[in-house]
């Protein structure tokens, strides 16, 4: 195994499984022996996550530049701590990550350019790789409703902008915008989705 570690992030729209894959591949990768930490964001049990969800869950509005810097917040809270673990041979797995983040802002107004600015004023680290679990609007409505009911937050909610979101995040792949890219189908089985990361990883990585 290399000395250094990698950093992996599971993206996709609500509903896409970002959550069981990372896990599953927590586990996957336990068992080849390597050191792993999990990251999910946001991180809702933490100070800053807690004022996420509130937001998404309408008990705070902001500007779009202001909860853009939140999310940055987020992630920078992290930075010292993530680039030791990579340099000490850890695999970081992020359910979600930066790469949303863009996705989702610039959608409401937010110019690329500037995210990525502020990605290299606070040092961000780079995904090695960003799997990106490919799912229809419509499918991420109907598991967020079987899964939640009636509580869905603001963006889970709003089919035309779950829409908006996958098309954002297919432009963003093809482009490998911040890191490398590559796109599985999501709306396979939970089983196949977990085959096609691994086959991924195991020809980028040899892992």
Known sequence: M????????????????GETQTNFLSDFLSKKGYKVVLKSYPEYDKPIGNVIHNFLHRKYDFPVGTETLM???????????????????????ADRYFTSTFVYQC????????????????K????DICIYIKISAETS????????GGNLDRHE?????????????????ANNTFCDWIIVDGEKSIEDVSNQIVEILNKKFGI
């Open 2 to 17: 290399e000395s250094r570690g990698k950093f992996i992030v599971i993206e996709g729209i609500d509903g896409c499984g």
């Open 107 to 122: 959608l409401k107004g937010f110019p690329l350019e500037k995210m990525l600015e502020l990605a290299e004023m606070f």
């Open 141 to 148: 409505f109907n598991r967020k409703l079987k899964e939640k």
């Open 157 to 173: 909610e709003d089919k035309k902008f779950l829409a908006a979101v996958a098309d954002g995040y297919e432009k963003e792949a």
């Open 124 to 127: 961000l680290p780079k995904p």
């Open 71 to 93: 999310y940055f917040a987020d992630f920078t809270k992290d930075v010292e701590d993530m680039q030791k673990m990579i340099e000490s041979g850890s695999m970081i797995i």
